[in-house]
Protein backbone atom coordinates (compact mmCIF):
# COMPACT_ATOMS: atom_id res chain seq x y z
CA UNK A 1 0.00 0.00 0.00
CA UNK A 2 3.10 2.28 0.57
CA UNK A 3 4.48 2.15 -2.99
CA UNK A 4 2.21 4.38 -4.94
CA UNK A 5 2.99 7.05 -2.95
CA UNK A 6 6.41 6.37 -3.13
CA UNK A 7 6.47 6.45 -7.12
CA UNK A 8 3.97 9.69 -7.07
CA UNK A 9 6.61 11.30 -5.20
CA UNK A 10 9.23 10.08 -7.37
CA UNK A 11 7.44 11.17 -10.80
CA UNK A 12 6.76 14.55 -9.20
CA UNK A 13 10.35 14.61 -9.72
CA UNK A 14 12.06 18.06 -9.62
CA UNK A 15 8.88 20.09 -9.70
CA UNK A 16 8.09 22.51 -7.42
CA UNK A 17 5.90 20.71 -4.61
CA UNK A 18 3.14 23.84 -4.89
CA UNK A 19 1.96 22.78 -8.26
CA UNK A 20 2.16 18.96 -7.16
CA UNK A 21 -0.54 19.93 -4.30
CA UNK A 22 -2.75 21.43 -6.67
CA UNK A 23 -5.20 18.89 -9.21
CA UNK A 24 -4.30 19.82 -13.41
CA UNK A 25 -8.22 20.79 -13.72
CA UNK A 26 -7.73 23.07 -11.11
CA UNK A 27 -4.64 24.70 -12.00
CA UNK A 28 -6.00 26.98 -14.47
CA UNK A 29 -8.66 28.61 -12.47
CA UNK A 30 -6.23 30.10 -9.86
CA UNK A 31 -5.33 33.06 -9.78
CA UNK A 32 -2.59 34.77 -7.64
CA UNK A 33 -3.88 37.21 -5.58
CA UNK A 34 -3.30 41.23 -5.93
CA UNK A 35 -2.49 41.66 -1.78
CA UNK A 36 -0.91 38.48 -0.94
CA UNK A 37 -1.77 38.44 2.85
CA UNK A 38 0.82 36.49 5.30
CA UNK A 39 -0.97 34.07 7.86
CA UNK A 40 -0.30 35.71 10.98
CA UNK A 41 -1.89 38.60 9.51
CA UNK A 42 -5.22 36.53 8.22
CA UNK A 43 -5.22 35.46 11.41
CA UNK A 44 -4.60 38.36 13.41
CA UNK A 45 -7.67 39.90 11.00
CA UNK A 46 -9.76 37.09 12.33
CA UNK A 47 -9.20 37.32 15.68
CA UNK A 48 -9.68 41.44 15.60
CA UNK A 49 -13.03 40.72 14.01
CA UNK A 50 -14.25 38.03 16.38
CA UNK A 51 -13.29 40.91 19.49
CA UNK A 52 -15.46 43.35 17.61
CA UNK A 53 -18.23 41.14 17.42
CA UNK A 54 -17.78 40.01 21.03
CA UNK A 55 -17.95 43.69 22.07
CA UNK A 56 -20.76 44.57 19.82
CA UNK A 57 -22.94 41.52 21.44
CA UNK A 58 -21.94 42.95 24.85
CA UNK A 59 -22.95 46.14 24.07
CA UNK A 60 -25.94 44.96 23.00
CA UNK A 61 -26.83 42.47 25.65
CA UNK A 62 -25.71 45.47 27.59
CA UNK A 63 -28.24 47.76 26.09
CA UNK A 64 -30.83 45.13 26.04
CA UNK A 65 -29.99 44.77 29.61
CA UNK A 66 -30.27 48.65 30.91
CA UNK A 67 -33.80 48.40 28.11
CA UNK A 68 -35.24 45.75 30.01
CA UNK A 69 -34.07 45.74 33.90
CA UNK A 70 -33.73 48.64 36.55
CA UNK A 71 -30.85 48.25 38.67
CA UNK A 72 -30.12 49.74 41.91
CA UNK A 73 -26.48 49.88 43.99
CA UNK A 74 -25.67 50.62 47.13
CA UNK A 75 -22.58 51.24 49.09
CA UNK A 76 -21.84 49.67 52.31
CA UNK A 77 -20.45 53.10 53.75
CA UNK A 78 -24.21 54.09 53.40
CA UNK A 79 -26.48 53.86 55.92
CA UNK A 80 -29.73 52.19 53.18
CA UNK A 81 -27.23 49.74 52.80
CA UNK A 82 -27.39 48.41 56.39
CA UNK A 83 -31.61 48.69 55.88
CA UNK A 84 -31.15 46.54 52.30
CA UNK A 85 -29.20 44.20 53.79
CA UNK A 86 -31.53 44.40 57.31
CA UNK A 87 -34.45 43.40 54.87
CA UNK A 88 -32.63 41.29 52.65
CA UNK A 89 -31.86 39.06 55.48
CA UNK A 90 -35.69 38.85 56.67
CA UNK A 91 -36.87 37.99 53.06
CA UNK A 92 -38.33 34.81 52.57
CA UNK A 93 -36.61 33.90 50.02
CA UNK A 94 -33.57 32.29 52.05
CA UNK A 95 -35.20 29.41 53.26
CA UNK A 96 -35.08 27.64 49.31
CA UNK A 97 -32.24 29.49 48.37
CA UNK A 98 -28.83 26.86 47.97
CA UNK A 99 -26.55 29.16 48.02
CA UNK A 100 -26.24 31.72 51.05
CA UNK A 101 -23.79 32.74 53.55
CA UNK A 102 -24.57 32.26 57.15
CA UNK A 103 -24.09 35.51 59.68
CA UNK A 104 -24.09 36.26 62.68
CA UNK A 105 -23.86 40.37 62.21
CA UNK A 106 -27.38 41.88 63.14
CA UNK A 107 -26.78 44.99 60.75
CA UNK A 108 -27.59 47.12 63.88
CA UNK A 109 -30.67 45.53 64.63
CA UNK A 110 -30.35 43.00 67.62
CA UNK A 111 -33.43 40.74 66.39
CA UNK A 112 -33.47 38.21 64.92
CA UNK A 113 -32.67 37.75 61.38
CA UNK A 114 -33.92 34.92 59.15
CA UNK A 115 -33.59 32.14 62.15
CA UNK A 116 -31.56 29.30 61.49
CA UNK A 117 -33.91 26.36 62.03
CA UNK A 118 -31.75 24.02 63.96
CA UNK A 119 -30.89 27.16 66.18
CA UNK A 120 -34.31 27.41 66.85
CA UNK A 121 -34.90 24.08 67.94
CA UNK A 122 -32.16 24.32 70.29
CA UNK A 123 -32.68 26.58 72.78
CA UNK A 124 -30.00 29.13 74.57
CA UNK A 125 -27.66 29.78 71.33
CA UNK A 126 -25.58 32.03 72.16
CA UNK A 127 -25.88 34.33 69.01
CA UNK A 128 -28.34 34.53 66.33
CA UNK A 129 -27.23 33.46 62.77
CA UNK A 130 -29.22 34.64 59.97
CA UNK A 131 -28.51 34.32 55.96
CA UNK A 132 -27.64 37.09 53.81
CA UNK A 133 -26.87 36.93 50.00
CA UNK A 134 -23.18 34.91 49.56
CA UNK A 135 -20.44 37.03 47.64
CA UNK A 136 -19.90 34.02 45.33
CA UNK A 137 -22.83 33.96 43.92
CA UNK A 138 -25.82 35.69 42.00
CA UNK A 139 -29.33 35.67 43.86
CA UNK A 140 -32.60 35.31 42.48
CA UNK A 141 -35.66 35.65 43.75
CA UNK A 142 -39.04 37.49 43.17
CA UNK A 143 -39.82 41.06 44.47
CA UNK A 144 -43.35 42.57 44.06
CA UNK A 145 -44.22 40.26 41.09
CA UNK A 146 -40.69 41.40 39.62
CA UNK A 147 -37.82 39.01 38.64
CA UNK A 148 -34.90 39.97 40.85
CA UNK A 149 -31.21 39.19 41.14
CA UNK A 150 -29.45 40.05 43.75
CA UNK A 151 -25.25 40.61 43.54
CA UNK A 152 -23.62 40.99 46.25
CA UNK A 153 -19.73 41.91 46.04
CA UNK A 154 -16.52 42.69 48.48
CA UNK A 155 -13.32 44.38 46.50
CA UNK A 156 -10.57 45.47 48.16
CA UNK A 157 -8.73 48.90 47.88
CA UNK A 158 -6.11 51.34 49.46
CA UNK A 159 -4.74 49.59 52.52
CA UNK A 160 -6.15 46.31 51.93
CA UNK A 161 -9.50 48.39 52.89
CA UNK A 162 -12.41 45.66 52.20
CA UNK A 163 -15.67 47.45 50.93
CA UNK A 164 -18.93 46.17 50.10
CA UNK A 165 -21.32 46.89 47.80
CA UNK A 166 -24.98 45.54 46.80
CA UNK A 167 -26.63 45.74 43.19
CA UNK A 168 -30.53 44.55 42.55
CA UNK A 169 -31.74 44.23 39.15
CA UNK A 170 -35.35 44.04 38.73
CA UNK A 171 -36.65 42.61 35.35
CA UNK A 172 -38.97 46.15 34.32
CA UNK A 173 -38.83 48.87 32.76
CA UNK A 174 -40.49 50.64 35.72
CA UNK A 175 -38.10 52.29 38.13
CA UNK A 176 -40.66 53.26 40.85
CA UNK A 177 -39.94 49.40 41.88
CA UNK A 178 -36.76 50.83 43.77
CA UNK A 179 -38.87 53.25 45.59
CA UNK A 180 -40.86 50.67 46.51
CA UNK A 181 -37.95 48.76 48.01
CA UNK A 182 -36.05 51.62 49.58
CA UNK A 183 -39.48 52.05 51.23
CA UNK A 184 -40.20 48.91 52.78
CA UNK A 185 -36.46 48.25 53.63
CA UNK A 186 -36.36 51.51 55.38
CA UNK A 187 -39.90 51.02 57.27
CA UNK A 188 -38.85 47.39 58.08
CA UNK A 189 -35.68 48.21 59.56
CA UNK A 190 -37.41 51.40 61.36
CA UNK A 191 -39.49 49.28 63.02
CA UNK A 192 -37.22 46.68 64.06
CA UNK A 193 -34.97 49.29 65.81
CA UNK A 194 -37.99 51.51 67.32
CA UNK A 195 -36.94 50.02 70.78
CA UNK A 196 -33.60 50.72 70.03
CA UNK A 197 -31.38 53.87 69.82
CA UNK A 198 -28.54 53.45 67.03
CA UNK A 199 -25.21 54.59 68.00
CA UNK A 200 -22.94 55.60 64.81
CA UNK A 201 -18.89 56.34 65.06
CA UNK A 202 -16.62 57.85 62.18
CA UNK A 203 -15.53 54.72 60.26
CA UNK A 204 -12.06 53.17 61.68
CA UNK A 205 -10.66 53.00 58.31
CA UNK A 206 -7.53 55.80 57.31
CA UNK A 207 -9.40 56.64 54.32
CA UNK A 208 -13.04 57.00 55.21
CA UNK A 209 -15.20 59.68 56.24
CA UNK A 210 -18.68 58.53 56.56
CA UNK A 211 -20.05 57.08 59.95
CA UNK A 212 -20.77 53.69 60.65
CA UNK A 213 -23.89 52.20 63.09
CA UNK A 214 -21.24 50.46 65.47
CA UNK A 215 -24.21 49.16 67.80
CA UNK A 216 -27.73 49.73 68.50
CA UNK A 217 -28.50 49.70 72.79
CA UNK A 218 -32.25 49.08 74.25
CA UNK A 219 -34.35 52.65 74.85
CA UNK A 220 -33.19 53.02 78.40
CA UNK A 221 -36.12 55.35 80.06
CA UNK A 222 -35.31 57.70 81.53
CA UNK A 223 -36.71 57.61 85.36
CA UNK A 224 -34.19 54.49 84.93
CA UNK A 225 -31.77 57.51 84.98
CA UNK A 226 -31.68 58.85 89.03
CA UNK A 227 -30.03 62.10 89.26
CA UNK A 228 -30.70 65.24 91.35
CA UNK A 229 -34.59 65.42 91.53
CA UNK A 230 -35.76 67.24 88.53
CA UNK A 231 -32.56 67.53 86.24
CA UNK A 232 -33.57 64.70 83.97
CA UNK A 233 -36.95 66.23 83.30
CA UNK A 234 -35.59 69.35 82.94
CA UNK A 235 -33.28 68.32 80.41
CA UNK A 236 -35.63 66.44 78.26
CA UNK A 237 -38.09 69.24 78.11
CA UNK A 238 -35.53 71.75 76.83
CA UNK A 239 -34.44 69.48 74.29
CA UNK A 240 -37.83 68.28 73.17
CA UNK A 241 -38.67 71.89 73.22
CA UNK A 242 -35.53 73.21 71.42
CA UNK A 243 -36.65 70.21 68.75
CA UNK A 244 -40.23 71.82 68.43
CA UNK A 245 -38.74 75.21 68.07
CA UNK A 246 -37.76 75.46 64.60
CA UNK A 247 -40.14 78.65 63.12
CA UNK A 248 -39.51 80.19 66.59
CA UNK A 249 -35.73 80.39 66.04
CA UNK A 250 -36.24 81.48 62.86
CA UNK A 251 -38.73 83.79 62.91
CA UNK A 252 -36.18 85.86 65.27
CA UNK A 253 -33.33 85.17 63.26
CA UNK A 254 -31.48 83.33 66.30
CA UNK A 255 -29.35 80.41 64.86
CA UNK A 256 -30.90 77.22 65.33
CA UNK A 257 -29.15 75.46 67.73
CA UNK A 258 -28.40 74.07 71.23
CA UNK A 259 -25.60 72.43 72.69
CA UNK A 260 -25.48 70.63 76.38
CA UNK A 261 -22.51 70.75 78.29
CA UNK A 262 -22.91 67.29 80.82
CA UNK A 263 -19.54 67.38 83.18
CA UNK A 264 -19.12 65.46 86.76
CA UNK A 265 -17.40 63.16 88.09
CA UNK A 266 -17.28 59.47 85.91
CA UNK A 267 -19.87 57.26 86.82
CA UNK A 268 -22.48 59.45 87.53
CA UNK A 269 -24.56 58.63 84.54
CA UNK A 270 -23.99 61.61 82.29
CA UNK A 271 -23.29 58.96 79.40
CA UNK A 272 -26.83 56.91 80.24
CA UNK A 273 -28.85 60.28 80.37
CA UNK A 274 -27.78 61.19 76.84
CA UNK A 275 -28.62 57.52 75.74
CA UNK A 276 -31.61 57.82 77.52
CA UNK A 277 -32.50 61.08 75.81
CA UNK A 278 -31.95 59.72 72.56
CA UNK A 279 -34.28 56.93 73.45
CA UNK A 280 -37.32 59.54 74.30
CA UNK A 281 -36.48 61.78 71.72
CA UNK A 282 -36.35 59.10 68.95
CA UNK A 283 -32.79 60.17 67.76
CA UNK A 284 -29.97 58.28 66.53
CA UNK A 285 -26.68 59.37 68.38
CA UNK A 286 -23.61 60.06 66.34
CA UNK A 287 -20.09 59.61 68.65
CA UNK A 288 -17.36 61.63 67.41
CA UNK A 289 -13.76 60.64 69.13
CA UNK A 290 -11.91 63.53 68.73
CA UNK A 291 -8.52 61.47 69.26
CA UNK A 292 -9.10 58.69 66.84
CA UNK A 293 -6.06 58.20 64.72
CA UNK A 294 -6.04 59.97 61.34
CA UNK A 295 -8.87 62.38 62.57
CA UNK A 296 -7.88 65.79 61.36
CA UNK A 297 -9.31 69.27 61.16
CA UNK A 298 -10.62 68.39 57.52
CA UNK A 299 -11.94 64.96 57.87
CA UNK A 300 -13.70 66.51 61.02
CA UNK A 301 -15.28 68.71 59.24
CA UNK A 302 -16.51 66.51 56.95
CA UNK A 303 -17.51 63.82 58.85
CA UNK A 304 -19.82 66.98 60.99
CA UNK A 305 -20.85 67.82 57.18
CA UNK A 306 -22.15 63.94 56.70
CA UNK A 307 -24.38 64.01 60.13
CA UNK A 308 -27.78 63.31 58.87
CA UNK A 309 -30.31 66.18 59.89
CA UNK A 310 -32.16 65.35 62.94
CA UNK A 311 -29.63 63.75 65.40
CA UNK A 312 -27.71 63.49 68.49
CA UNK A 313 -23.81 64.45 67.62
CA UNK A 314 -21.74 63.09 71.10
CA UNK A 315 -18.28 64.16 72.29
CA UNK A 316 -17.48 61.97 75.17
CA UNK A 317 -14.52 63.35 77.15
CA UNK A 318 -14.12 66.83 75.32
CA UNK A 319 -11.42 68.03 77.10
CA UNK A 320 -9.40 64.85 77.17
CA UNK A 321 -7.88 66.41 73.40
CA UNK A 322 -7.08 69.59 75.00
CA UNK A 323 -5.89 69.10 78.46
CA UNK A 324 -1.96 69.04 77.63
CA UNK A 325 -1.44 71.97 74.78
CA UNK A 326 -4.15 74.33 73.13
CA UNK A 327 -6.31 75.00 75.64
CA UNK A 328 -5.80 73.75 79.10
CA UNK A 329 -6.44 76.21 81.98
CA UNK A 330 -4.89 74.82 84.52
CA UNK A 331 -6.77 74.43 88.24
CA UNK A 332 -6.33 73.71 91.46
CA UNK A 333 -9.58 71.87 91.21
CA UNK A 334 -8.99 69.59 89.08
CA UNK A 335 -8.56 66.03 90.27
CA UNK A 336 -5.96 63.75 90.69
CA UNK A 337 -5.04 61.78 87.56
CA UNK A 338 -6.06 58.42 87.98
CA UNK A 339 -9.16 59.74 89.89
CA UNK A 340 -10.98 60.20 86.94
CA UNK A 341 -9.22 58.47 84.18
CA UNK A 342 -6.51 59.22 82.21
CA UNK A 343 -5.06 56.40 81.64
CA UNK A 344 -1.67 55.90 79.46
CA UNK A 345 -3.45 55.01 76.64
CA UNK A 346 -5.35 58.13 76.67
CA UNK A 347 -2.17 59.79 76.87
CA UNK A 348 -0.87 58.12 73.95
CA UNK A 349 -4.00 58.70 72.08
CA UNK A 350 -3.85 62.59 72.55
CA UNK A 351 -0.16 62.88 71.62
CA UNK A 352 -1.25 61.42 68.18
CA UNK A 353 -4.55 64.01 67.98
CA UNK A 354 -4.30 65.80 64.99
CA UNK A 355 -7.62 68.22 65.83
CA UNK A 356 -6.72 71.61 66.74
CA UNK A 357 -9.10 73.51 68.77
CA UNK A 358 -10.20 75.92 66.40
CA UNK A 359 -10.68 73.27 64.06
CA UNK A 360 -13.47 71.65 66.67
CA UNK A 361 -15.05 75.24 67.42
CA UNK A 362 -15.66 75.11 63.63
CA UNK A 363 -16.55 71.98 63.50
CA UNK A 364 -18.75 72.25 66.58
CA UNK A 365 -20.50 75.34 64.78
CA UNK A 366 -21.45 73.24 61.58
CA UNK A 367 -23.06 70.92 64.22
CA UNK A 368 -25.23 73.81 65.74
CA UNK A 369 -25.61 75.74 62.44
CA UNK A 370 -27.59 72.61 60.87
CA UNK A 371 -31.02 72.15 61.55
CA UNK A 372 -32.13 70.07 64.43
CA UNK A 373 -28.91 68.86 65.49
CA UNK A 374 -28.23 68.76 69.18
CA UNK A 375 -25.01 68.25 70.43
CA UNK A 376 -23.93 66.69 73.59
CA UNK A 377 -20.49 67.11 75.28
CA UNK A 378 -19.56 65.59 78.37
CA UNK A 379 -16.43 65.85 80.52
CA UNK A 380 -14.64 65.28 83.90
CA UNK A 381 -12.57 67.98 83.92
CA UNK A 382 -14.83 71.06 83.46
CA UNK A 383 -12.58 73.51 85.02
CA UNK A 384 -9.56 72.81 82.34
CA UNK A 385 -12.00 73.60 79.46
CA UNK A 386 -11.20 76.29 76.99
CA UNK A 387 -13.61 79.42 77.58
CA UNK A 388 -13.97 79.13 73.95
CA UNK A 389 -15.84 76.01 74.18
CA UNK A 390 -18.30 76.68 76.81
CA UNK A 391 -19.38 79.61 75.83
CA UNK A 392 -23.79 80.34 74.83
CA UNK A 393 -23.96 79.33 71.75
CA UNK A 394 -21.75 76.45 71.50
CA UNK A 395 -22.78 74.79 74.81
CA UNK A 396 -25.94 76.42 75.77
CA UNK A 397 -27.15 74.54 78.84
CA UNK A 398 -24.66 72.85 81.91
CA UNK A 399 -25.74 70.16 83.57
CA UNK A 400 -23.57 68.85 86.57
CA UNK A 401 -23.72 65.56 87.74
CA UNK A 402 -22.91 64.97 90.98
CA UNK A 403 -21.31 61.97 93.17
CA UNK A 404 -24.85 60.30 95.12
CA UNK A 405 -26.79 61.57 97.46
CA UNK A 406 -28.53 59.83 99.87
CA UNK A 407 -31.76 60.42 98.34
CA UNK A 408 -30.10 59.03 94.99
CA UNK A 409 -28.80 56.07 97.00
CA UNK A 410 -32.20 54.97 98.16
CA UNK A 411 -33.68 55.49 94.81
CA UNK A 412 -31.41 53.43 93.36
CA UNK A 413 -31.77 50.25 95.58
CA UNK A 414 -35.48 50.82 95.37
CA UNK A 415 -35.36 50.58 91.20
CA UNK A 416 -32.75 47.95 91.55
CA UNK A 417 -34.56 45.46 93.40
CA UNK A 418 -38.46 46.29 92.57
CA UNK A 419 -37.63 45.01 88.82
CA UNK A 420 -36.53 41.30 90.19
CA UNK A 421 -40.01 40.04 89.48
CA UNK A 422 -40.08 38.59 85.95
CA UNK A 423 -43.73 39.38 85.72
CA UNK A 424 -42.84 42.03 82.79
CA UNK A 425 -44.89 44.91 83.12
CA UNK A 426 -41.93 47.65 83.33
CA UNK A 427 -44.23 50.52 81.76
CA UNK A 428 -46.04 50.16 85.25
CA UNK A 429 -42.64 49.85 87.03
CA UNK A 430 -41.39 53.24 85.83
CA UNK A 431 -44.76 55.17 86.40
CA UNK A 432 -44.84 53.91 89.92
CA UNK A 433 -40.88 54.16 90.48
CA UNK A 434 -41.08 57.71 90.03
CA UNK A 435 -41.19 59.63 93.92
CA UNK A 436 -41.02 56.04 95.80
CA UNK A 437 -44.68 56.31 97.26
CA UNK A 438 -46.19 59.05 95.10
CA UNK A 439 -48.16 56.52 93.02
CA UNK A 440 -49.11 52.80 93.33
CA UNK A 441 -46.42 50.49 92.43
CA UNK A 442 -46.35 47.05 91.00
CA UNK A 443 -43.70 44.28 90.47
CA UNK A 444 -42.34 44.92 93.98
CA UNK A 445 -40.50 41.43 94.78
CA UNK A 446 -42.11 40.22 98.29
CA UNK A 447 -39.30 40.96 101.16
CA UNK A 448 -39.17 39.79 105.02
CA UNK A 449 -39.79 42.50 107.55
CA UNK A 450 -36.18 44.99 108.02
CA UNK A 451 -34.85 43.79 111.13
CA UNK A 452 -34.74 47.10 112.55
CA UNK A 453 -36.56 50.14 111.79
CA UNK A 454 -35.47 52.39 109.30
CA UNK A 455 -33.12 55.80 110.78
CA UNK A 456 -35.69 58.74 110.64
CA UNK A 457 -32.70 60.71 108.29
CA UNK A 458 -32.76 58.34 105.42
CA UNK A 459 -36.19 57.51 105.20
CA UNK A 460 -36.76 61.17 104.43
CA UNK A 461 -34.40 60.89 101.53
CA UNK A 462 -37.19 58.12 99.83
CA UNK A 463 -40.54 59.45 101.49
CA UNK A 464 -40.71 63.02 100.85
CA UNK A 465 -43.71 62.23 98.61
CA UNK A 466 -45.49 60.70 101.88
CA UNK A 467 -46.58 57.70 102.79
CA UNK A 468 -50.50 58.38 101.08
CA UNK A 469 -49.77 55.82 97.81
CA UNK A 470 -48.34 53.46 100.99
CA UNK A 471 -51.92 52.60 102.01
CA UNK A 472 -53.27 52.68 98.42
CA UNK A 473 -50.92 50.27 97.01
CA UNK A 474 -52.27 47.00 96.45
CA UNK A 475 -49.37 45.33 98.27
CA UNK A 476 -48.52 47.81 100.70
CA UNK A 477 -47.05 45.57 103.37
CA UNK A 478 -44.12 44.24 100.43
CA UNK A 479 -44.02 47.89 99.00
CA UNK A 480 -43.33 49.16 102.75
CA UNK A 481 -40.62 46.21 102.94
CA UNK A 482 -38.80 47.95 99.90
CA UNK A 483 -38.87 51.48 101.04
CA UNK A 484 -37.76 50.58 104.14
CA UNK A 485 -34.86 48.48 103.08
CA UNK A 486 -34.01 51.49 100.73
CA UNK A 487 -33.84 53.92 103.29
CA UNK A 488 -31.73 51.63 105.49
CA UNK A 489 -29.33 51.48 102.67
CA UNK A 490 -28.55 54.56 102.08
CA UNK A 491 -28.35 56.41 105.72
CA UNK A 492 -24.44 54.88 106.33
CA UNK A 493 -24.21 56.16 103.11
CA UNK A 494 -22.34 59.36 102.82
CA UNK A 495 -23.50 62.24 100.80
CA UNK A 496 -21.52 63.33 97.59
CA UNK A 497 -18.88 60.36 97.95
CA UNK A 498 -19.58 57.53 96.05
CA UNK A 499 -20.91 57.68 92.28
CA UNK A 500 -24.10 55.78 91.07
CA UNK A 501 -21.82 53.49 89.29
CA UNK A 502 -20.02 52.41 92.48
CA UNK A 503 -23.18 51.89 94.46
CA UNK A 504 -24.58 50.17 91.25
CA UNK A 505 -21.34 47.99 91.42
CA UNK A 506 -21.78 46.99 95.20
CA UNK A 507 -25.77 46.25 94.40
CA UNK A 508 -24.23 43.39 92.19
CA UNK A 509 -22.60 41.61 94.85
CA UNK A 510 -26.25 41.04 95.95
CA UNK A 511 -28.41 40.89 92.81
CA UNK A 512 -30.79 38.40 95.17
CA UNK A 513 -30.14 39.38 98.34
CA UNK A 514 -30.98 43.15 99.21
CA UNK A 515 -31.45 42.65 102.70
CA UNK A 516 -27.82 40.95 102.80
CA UNK A 517 -26.79 44.33 101.09
CA UNK A 518 -28.33 46.23 103.34
CA UNK A 519 -26.63 44.47 105.93
CA UNK A 520 -23.42 44.92 104.64
CA UNK A 521 -23.03 48.67 103.62
CA UNK A 522 -21.74 49.84 106.38
CA UNK A 523 -18.76 47.95 105.92
CA UNK A 524 -18.62 48.06 102.57
CA UNK A 525 -18.66 52.17 103.18
CA UNK A 526 -15.63 52.20 105.86
CA UNK A 527 -13.83 49.70 103.89
CA UNK A 528 -13.49 52.24 100.79
CA UNK A 529 -12.59 55.43 103.42
CA UNK A 530 -10.28 53.06 104.48
CA UNK A 531 -8.68 52.40 100.81
CA UNK A 532 -9.10 56.03 99.95
CA UNK A 533 -6.85 56.95 103.17
CA UNK A 534 -3.83 54.33 102.30
CA UNK A 535 -3.89 55.05 98.76
N1 LIG B 1 -27.55 58.61 87.89
C1 LIG B 1 -27.58 57.32 87.57
N2 LIG B 1 -28.72 56.63 87.58
C2 LIG B 1 -28.75 55.32 87.27
N3 LIG B 1 -27.66 54.61 86.92
C3 LIG B 1 -26.50 55.26 86.87
C4 LIG B 1 -26.40 56.64 87.19
N4 LIG B 1 -25.12 57.01 87.06
C5 LIG B 1 -24.46 55.94 86.66
N5 LIG B 1 -25.26 54.89 86.54
C6 LIG B 1 -24.87 53.55 86.12
O1 LIG B 1 -23.45 53.50 86.16
C7 LIG B 1 -22.90 53.03 84.94
C8 LIG B 1 -21.98 54.10 84.32
O2 LIG B 1 -22.75 55.26 84.02
P1 LIG B 1 -22.35 56.29 82.88
O3 LIG B 1 -21.45 55.67 81.87
O4 LIG B 1 -23.60 56.91 82.38
O5 LIG B 1 -21.51 57.35 83.69
P2 LIG B 1 -20.70 58.59 83.14
O6 LIG B 1 -20.98 59.73 84.05
O7 LIG B 1 -20.98 58.80 81.70
O8 LIG B 1 -19.20 58.10 83.34
P3 LIG B 1 -17.89 58.60 82.57
O9 LIG B 1 -17.68 60.03 82.89
O10 LIG B 1 -16.83 57.71 83.13
O11 LIG B 1 -18.15 58.35 81.12
C9 LIG B 1 -24.07 52.67 84.06
O12 LIG B 1 -24.24 51.28 84.13
C10 LIG B 1 -25.26 53.34 84.69
O13 LIG B 1 -26.39 52.52 84.59
Keep these: MAEPANNTSKLAGDRPSVYSATPPDRQASTKPSVFPLP ?27 RACWVTVSFEDEDACYTWIMYWLSKHPSWRDARFVQATTRMYGVPSHGVTVPVQAERNGAARTLSYIPSTK ?44 LLVEAKQCYVEAQNDFVCIYAQDATFTARAWRQVTARPKRPSKSIILERGTMERLLHDARDFL ?140 ALDPALCRPGRMDLHLEFKLASKDQAARL ?89 DLQGYLMLYKDKPEEGVEAVEKWVKGQNAATMNA
Design 244 to 383: NSADWYAKRGIPFRRGYLLHGAPGTGKTSAIQSLAGELSLDIYMLTLNRAGLDDTTLHQLVAELPKRCIALIEDIDAVFRQDVSCRPSEEEPREGQYGGTGQEKKEEAHCRVSLSGLLNALDGIAAQEGRILFATTNHYR
Design 137 to 180: ARHTMWYNGYWTVVQRERVYGEYDICRESLHISFLTRDNSVVDE
Design 39 to 65: EWLKLFLIAAMLDILRQMSSAILEHLH
Design 413 to 501: FYRFYSDTRDDGDDEALYHGEDDLGTHTLQGVAPLSPPPTPPPAEAMSAVDDAGTSSTRDSEDPGTETDLRQLAARFADPIPEGRFSMA
